[in-house]
């Protein structure tokens, strides 16, 4: 294995906040690794001290081998980056932009236009190469600005949000891009807020909250380890606080671990520790409508479905918060 980047100890305060706490992980060659946690959580920070935009207060960063801090000029050539807010300069063409992006990374003027027109057939950007980027959309200016983050061949491809803004089509349509880079082994970190594509698109996954790592692994390991179902149930409109309790009360019988409620939810959800039935072989979502019925509470919905990747982020964050209260 081939560690592409390695991250020690990082901390980064802007005064009062602590935006890294000592973050450390590692990305090894071939892997799209998923920086996955809501605003806030430092990823932008961390991204833009790998880019030599910012300084880390301690910790090292080490892009192929290179020490950041030490070398910055030949660190900075390992990497293709393309920001949360691009700045592509819209008096250009798509075409004069990639050309201008060729000028400033040493290449010849015969790779530059090769590479360039390569680039903009792969990202479907060839009919709108011509015209001013001030007129394009916002998902063509994130191709734009992805294939010139990777005109000189980067050994990393990193990425702060790409489908931030874009509507659902165009996020789409960059997915699916992203995921060809990803089967040609393009090694790649992705910042994102959005679980789903942490899902769709990562081999791994580092979660962050609050400038700390809460968990990494596999989207599939992060979901394992929260047990092979969720049982959730919701209670319906108007229901007493009585009611409330009851529920509570029947999750409580349910092994497994307590899902902490999304917000503005009024949705239980419990992560099952094994199985998905009780000890007479009737599955949990029958035994929780019968108790409920029973009880004489309304539920609205009742449902056994795979943790999601949001549902292991929701746990780690709560036992974190639990360990350090
Ligand atoms: N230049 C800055 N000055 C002051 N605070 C900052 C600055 N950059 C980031 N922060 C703060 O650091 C924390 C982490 O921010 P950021 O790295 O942008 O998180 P993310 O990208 O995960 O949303 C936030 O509380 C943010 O307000
Ligand atoms: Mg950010």
Redesign the pocket.
């Known amino acids: 294995m081939t560690t592409i980047l390695k991250i020690d100890q990082a901390t980064k305060a802007?005064?009062e906040?602590r935006?890294l706490r000592g973050v450390s992980f590692a990305v090894q060659a071939g892997e799209v690794l998923s920086l996955l946690?809501p605003?806030?959580?430092?990823?932008?920070?961390?991204i833009r001290s790998m880019t030599t935009l910012e300084q880390l207060d301690s910790g090292t960063i080490h892009i192929c081998g290179t020490e950041v801090k030490a070398d910055p000029r030949s660190a900075r050539g390992f990497i293709g980056y393309a920001g949360q807010d691009s700045a592509l300069d819209k008096v250009l063409t798509g075409r004069e932009f990639m050309r201008f992006q060729g000028g400033l990374v040493h290449l010849s003027k015969a790779e530059v236009k090769e590479r360039s027109e390569f680039l903009l057939n792969r990202f479907n950007l060839m009919d709108a190469a011509d015209r001013f980027i001030e007129g394009y959309s916002g998902g063509m200016k994130r191709r734009l600005d992805l294939a010139s983050s990777l005109m000189h061949k980067p050994k990393l491809l990193i990425l702060d949000e790409p489908s931030s803004g874009l509507d659902y089509e165009s996020r789409r349509e960059l997915w699916g891009l992203l995921s060809e880079l990803k089967n040609e082994g393009t090694s790649l970190l992705l910042?994102t807020h959005d679980f789903e594509e942490a899902d769709v698109l990562s081999t791994r996954a580092v979660m962050?909250s609050h400038?700390s790592v809460v968990g990494a692994g596999t989207p599939d390991e992060l979901r394992n380890q929260l047990g092979t179902w969720v049982l959730s149930a919701a209670l319906g409109e108007h229901q007493s606080e009585d009611h409330r309790e009851a529920l509570r009360n029947l999750f409580r019988e349910v092994p497994g671990t307590e899902m902490p409620p999304a917000p503005q939810s009024a949705e239980y959800a419990k992560a099952i520790a094994a199985g998905n039935e009780d000890a007479q072989g009737t599955p949990w979502s029958e035994w929780l409508r019968a108790a409920a019925t029973k009880a004489g509470m309304e539920l609205t919905s009742v449902s056994v479905r795979r943790p999601t990747l949001q549902d292991a982020y929701l746990a780690a964050t709560r036992l974190k918060v639990e360990v350090s209260a």
């Open positions: 802007f005064g906040i935006a946690g605003n806030g959580a430092g990823k932008s920070t961390l910042a962050m400038g």
